[in-house]
């Protein structure tokens, strides 16, 4: 692949604080410890495609539903709608950065696009009296295939979250139990668009990189970056 002191050339610019709890996994091999670390951004790389699908798809099926119950795109503004603290400042801080990159003509799709999958999973939570304002009205028909509670639901929502974040931010992943992270991911999507769902499940290349993860290792399978 590389050679011992291009490896450690490799570590400095990843960072030496960085690169530890790959050296750590991998019993101090340096080698060893650079392979997973391109293949944690490999298997990154291929959950990103997945998750992206399940975040348009959630919160366009949110919309619609909140659309619907306030009569209005833009239902957010909606003089009904009474928004947590935090909720109401994703909003505020959508529409200001829209308007700073689109002028005065910021449509409810543009909003929709901007607002975080925070702000999304919050609207399952319990502030606000969410539930009797957006879950038991609207919310809990865009989980078509979920039979289930809200609590239950808002829980595996904020988990994928979070495992979304720490690819977003670059953090490792290798260490997680990823075969398990591909199925809740695939369960949520399966209550949102079943056939989504069933296109990542037959077509995913999520499978064949984690498989791939002990040849990588083993230098018996390339590198991708």
């Known amino acids: 692949m590389v050679t011992e002191e291009e490896t450690k050339r490799i570590v400095d610019a ?63 503004d909606s003089p009904r709608v009474q928004l947590t603290v935090k909720g109401a400042q994703q909003v505020s801080s959508a529409k200001l950065s829209l308007r700073q990159e689109l002028g005065a003509g910021v449509a409810p799709g543009d909003m929709v696009a901007k607002l975080t999958l925070g702000f999304w999973v919050g609207l399952t939570g319990r502030g606000q009296n969410y539930e009797m304002q957006f879950w038991n009205p609207a919310l809990r028909h865009a989980f078509r295939g979920y039979r ?37 991911l695939l369960r949520l999507m399966e209550y949102v668009s079943p056939e989504k769902a069933a296109l990542h499940r037959q077509f995913s290349q999520i499978p064949e990189v984690l498989a791939r993860k002990p040849l990588v290792l083993a230098g018996a399978e390339p590198v991708r970056l």
Do not use: T
């Open 148 to 184: 289930g509670r809200r609590g239950a639901l808002q829980q595996q929502l904020d988990h994928m979250r979070r495992f979304r974040n720490r690819i977003g931010h670059h953090e490792r992943i290798c260490h997680r139990h990823l075969e398990k992270d591909f199925e809740s």
């Open 14 to 76: 990843i960072s030496a604080e960085r690169f530890q709890p790959f050296l750590d996994e991998c019993g101090g091999d340096p080698l060893v410890a650079l392979r997973l670390y391109c293949w944690d951004g490999e298997a990154s790389r291929a959950f990103l495609g997945a998750l992206r699908d399940f975040e348009v798809a959630m919160r366009n099926s949110l919309h619609a539903r909140l659309s619907g119950r306030y009569g209005r795109a833009d239902w957010w």
